[in-house]
């Protein structure tokens, strides 16, 4: 089951002030992200007041998003809750409204072992047929981290389990992931967050963008590139520049086959990042 997601901005969710959602501004604010070069959207998150959003008003804005987007780029309905059968309901829901993938966490408030948590997730996976991610935030979790050996047994339970999106940090536990999940399924995504030079050294297919989104959207109004992988080198590219900006480096250039470029097979194919610090 193939679902290829690239770039995933994950939207914000307005409210009037009556403390409802804001659906046309939420309308205004999808139509945004799709002219400035999100290739999926992953709705709501908790950049996007999931946890502060009732079941059926996460449902709403969902079904809400696919209307509104009408498969010009899959959507993704994040299903996470603080119990198995809560997250099942919201995921049949979620593809009832026309979601074109799934994604979830582990349970809210609790720190499962790895058995509790693979079946916590298959449960939910084996609940649909569109693809389902697992979401690996520990930050936002207790600091449980979702383990490889959980990511492997999935691969083997669930034939819809599409990818891994890993906002750990651990560039040692990505590359673990892309090199032992890949050898299971091949056409397995492991996905990154914002910090996309990383993110696309060890090998990640694509990355969540949030907190950067609109920065990063902004290089994509401009960006003419004829093939994904060339558009992910500009993308990091961009990423850089604000990083060393940021940090008071000065110099920062695009350049083709360097010595990073062997580190970076198939992501950003003959564009690399070169950071030279000043």
């Known amino acids: 089951m193939t679902l290829k997601l690239g770039l995933v901005h994950t939207p914000v969710t307005p409210f009037t002030r009556e403390r409802r959602i804001d659906f046309e501004r939420y309308g205004r604010l999808l139509e945004f992200h799709l002219a400035n070069g999100a290739e999926a959207l ?36 994040h299903v996470s809750q603080s119990g198995t059968a809560l997250a099942v ?22 720190t499962p072992k790895d058995p509790m948590l693979t079946e916590h997730f298959t449960q939910i996976g084996r609940a649909v047929r569109i693809p389902f991610f697992v ?19 999935l691969i083997q ?24 999940c890949k050898r299971a399924r091949a056409d ?28 990063l959207a902004l ?4 960006c003419k590139c004829n093939n994904t992988a060339e558009r992910y080198g500009r993308f990091a590219f961009a990423y ?25 097979p198939g992501c950003l194919d003959r564009w690399t990042v070169l950071i030279a610090i000043g």
């Open 89 to 110: 309901d919201l995921a049949r829901g979620a593809q009832k409204a026309g979601a074109d993938a799934i994604i979830a966490t582990n349970p809210y408030y609790w």
């Open 188 to 215: 397995f995504q492991v996905i990154g967050i914002e910090y996309m030079v990383p993110v696309f050294v060890v090998g990640a297919t694509g990355a969540f963008v949030c907190r950067r989104a609109k920065t």
């Open 135 to 153: 979401y690996n935030a520990p930050e936002d979790n207790a600091g449980r981290e979702i383990s490889l050996n959980v990511a492997l047994e």
């Open 240 to 264: 850089a520049q604000c990083v060393l900006r940021l940090q008071g480096m000065q110099k920062v250039c695009l350049g083709r086959k360097s010595w990073l470029q062997a580190c970076l």
């Open 42 to 77: 992953a709705l709501p998150m908790h950049a996007g007041e999931s946890v502060s959003l009732t079941d059926a008003e996460r449902l709403e804005s969902i079904q809400f998003a696919v209307t509104q987007v009408k498969k010009r780029v899959p959507v993704v309905a």
């Open 219 to 222: 290089e994509a109004r401009n």
């Open 157 to 180: 339970r669930l034939d819809n389990f599409a990818g891994f999106v890993d906002r750990s940090l651990d560039w040692v536990f990505m590359t673990e992931l892309v090199s032992n």
